[in-house]
């Protein structure tokens, strides 16, 4: 299909659309309009009910806690689908992998490593403070995890390889991201067993604006902050690995 | 629509024209992240903290990684498994484009 083709049925296609589209975009709710009575609903409601300040955290783990549990477990099967595709027969050896011949690594600039070396702590400790404010402040389990697994890789930028893949310990961070995906599973059976529907919040709910308040929603967060940051420091290995030549236990590929 | 809401969406928009028209996958990557930084500073314009941290951890942050990673892992297995003594560079260089948004 030459360009000039593929511009003439882009133009149709255009063509045919355009009306449709101008139709909708005419239609749509002026700028910053607010016809949704459900958030104002919950934001008139919820402090008083859940007795969290942050309704997202309240929608997310209580509300509508089934859908993140369904959504908890999609991150799993995604982790699980990549690892069982990327991860070959290698073992723990953090010094076994070596780079690809052919490919020069450079050496780190003094700067980047010392800028690593000072932010990639604070970087950490502040997706944990994220996760454990996720009943107050904006933020919670999901973007806490993010936040921590994605300092991991200021690590790898201060440390190389070797000193990220010695804190890095892929067993460990399997077992992150299964338990805090239980974790979460395991607060809705904890609920059928005290003869409530499931996921229903059954602890004391404790005191507005403190760090523990909001009953099971601390414990499904810190199993959605724990799934999380164990999932993407997975995925982020799994990736890493395969910038690596195969070591000596590796399955090889057929052909090449 | 406030002046800083306006300008946002004119940087939003920018920058992802810039991701469209980068031809370089190195810097259609870089180009991604900043339309990623550029849609965070949106979500906290429009009062949405809790967007705006996902957008920051995951578009400018761990979906550009995973890229970069890819395309490094893609120029070493072709480094390897191309005959030696033909070391072209991996990828041409296409004419600079405009908006890339990204050194080279």
Known sequence: MTPRVRIAVFALAVLCLLPAFAHVAWHMPPFGAHPLPYGDAINAAGTRERHVTNMISAVNFDYRGFDTLGEEFMLLCAVTGTSILLRGNRGERVDAPQQVPGRPIRDRSDGVVLIARLIGPVTILFGLYVILHAMTTPGGGFQGGVIVASGTLLVFLGEGYRGWRRLMRSKLLDGCEGLGATLYALCGFASMLAGLPFLQNMLPLGEVKDLFSGGLMLLENLGVGMAVAGGFAVLFLEFLEETRVASDGDEEESGG | ?104
């Not at chain 2, 942050?61 to 560079?89: M, W």
């Not at chain 2, 041409?92 to 948004?101: F, I, K, Q």
């Open chain 2, 1 to 104: 629509m406030s002046l800083l809401i306006s300008l946002l969406f004119l940087l939003v928009a920018a920058t992802g024209t810039g991701v469209a028209l980068s031809r370089v996958p190195r810097r259609q990557v870089m180009a991604m992240a900043a339309n990623g930084l550029s849609l965070t500073l949106l979500f906290m314009a429009l009062q949405a903290p809790d967007v705006a941290f996902s957008e920051l951890t995951v578009g400018t942050a761990a979906l550009p990684l995973l890229f970069l990673i890819v395309l490094a892992s893609v120029r070493a297995d072709g480094a390897a498994k191309r005959p030696a003594g033909k070391a072209t560079e991996a990828e041409p260089e296409p004419s600079p484009t405009p908006g890339a948004g990204a050194p080279p």
